[in-house]
C-alpha cells in the first residue's frame, strides 16, 4: 500500500513537471511570417499534406491542447480543433484555433515544424 502511494505521488509530479513545461510555451499574440515568394507546387503540395495529416490526428486526439512548434524554433501552446460541415468551416473541415475560432490557414502551417499533443 505504501509503496503504491509514493509511486502514485511520484507519477502525478511528473506530470505536474510536464504540465508545467507546457504552459511556458502559452503566447497571447502569435508570430506572424512573410508570405514566401518563389515556392512552387511541390512545396504547397508538401503543406497541403502536412496540414491534413495535422487535421485528422487533432480530430481523433484526446485533447484540444497542443504545443506548435515553428521552424524558427519559437514554440506556442494553442487550444486547436477540427470543424467540419459548419458555417466557419464551409464544406471541408478546417483547423481552427483558439476558444474564439481562427482558422490557421495554409500560409501559417507553411512555417511549422511540428505539432505535438500538450500536457
Not at 515553428?70 to 467540419?84: C, P, W
Not at 464551409?90 to 474564439?100: Q, S, V, W
Amino acid at each position: 500500500m505504501q509503496f503504491e502511494v509514493i509511486h502514485y505521488l511520484c507519477d502525478m509530479k511528473d506530470s505536474i513537471v510536464n504540465l508545467l513545461s507546457d504552459l511556458v510555451y502559452l503566447t497571447l499574440s502569435p508570430r506572424r511570417y512573410d508570405t514566401p515568394t518563389g515556392t512552387g507546387d511541390e512545396h504547397w503540395r508538401g503543406v497541403i499534406r502536412r496540414y491534413g495529416n495535422a487535421e485528422k490526428r487533432i480530430q481523433c486526439g484526446c485533447s484540444p491542447w497542443y504545443v506548435i512548434e515553428y521552424k524558427d524554433g519559437h514554440k506556442e501552446l494553442a487550444y486547436l480543433r477540427v470543424l467540419q460541415n459548419g458555417l466557419l468551416s464551409g464544406l471541408a473541415p478546417a483547423i481552427y484555433r483558439g476558444f474564439i475560432p481562427r482558422r490557421v490557414t495554409l500560409l501559417q502551417f507553411d512555417n511549422v515544424e511540428r505539432i505535438r499533443l500538450a500536457f
